[in-house]
């Protein structure tokens, strides 16, 4: 069975810290994409990295950073020097190859105070 | 923004009425997924359209149908309204099987 763990319910940070998002994922398959999804306050889901399970590399885009590792099956997202606009619930999600559905975690709110 | 939408943005039905939720995919997708999400937790699958036939299904009961149309759009029908179908529906479109899901909007649905 497919499943999706975050851990962490809220996290209140100050402004321009670092904040780090865990997710524990854990799949049978071996063909898998890991996805990071951001719900504002107005409710729609924002897209922000897709990985495939062959790809381990860490990426890097402005702010914003993800640990994959499959050792320990787990995809870390990292918010660099937050801002209050990064306040949000973020969801970690995943799904099979060829697959019609994704699977996602609880979320974390994240709260970025001014 | 992602190109799909979803109407209405909010509805409020009493119980055991019927409800048609719609949403119009981003261009050049073929895909049309729909997820539930209650207050407070993450979304849950409901059903997948992929080229107007469905691809596959969550574990919903069968008063949830959907259906796709020739031009991709979709419609989630819910009958027999029951308090716990109250939440967001979110539609997401894809540009086909395992591709990333862009979502819509969503509805807010309040049943009384």
């Known amino acids: 069975a497919q499943k999706v763990t975050q851990a962490q319910t809220e996290i209140s940070v100050v402004e321009k810290e670092d904040v780090t998002l865990d997710c524990v994922y854990e799949t049978r398959d071996t063909t898998y994409y890991l996805f990071w999804y951001k719900q504002p306050p107005s409710g729609e889901l924002v897209f922000l990295i897709r990985?495939?399970?062959?790809?381990?590399q860490n990426e890097i885009s402005g702010r914003y950073s993800w640990n994959f590792q499959k050792s320990t099956s787990s995809f870390n997202f990292t918010i660099t020097a937050s801002q209050v606009v990064d306040s949000a619930v973020y969801f970690c999600a995943l799904s099979g190859n060829r697959d019609d559905k994704i699977i996602f975690g609880k979320g974390t709110r994240l709260h970025i105070l001014p | 923004e992602t190109g799909v939408t979803q109407s209405p943005t909010h509805l409020i039905k009493t119980r055991g009425q019927q409800v048609t939720l719609r949403c119009s995919s981003q261009s050049g997708h073929n895909t049309v997924s729909w997820y539930q999400q209650a207050l407070g937790q993450g979304p849950q699958f409901i059903f997948q359209?992929?080229?107007?036939?469905?691809?596959g299904r969550g574990n919903f009961p069968p008063r949830f149908s959907g259906l796709q149309f020739p031009n991709y759009s979709s419609e989630l029908n819910v009958n027999a309204l029951e308090l716990d179908d109250s939440a967001l529906y979110l539609c997401?479109?894809?540009?086909?099987?395992?591709?990333?899901?862009?979502f819509g909007p969503g509805t807010r649905l309040t049943v009384l």
């Open positions: 359209y992929y080229r107007e036939e469905e691809n």
């Open positions: 990985r495939n399970s062959f790809d381990e």
């Open positions: 997401a479109s894809s540009s086909g099987l395992s591709d990333t899901q862009y």
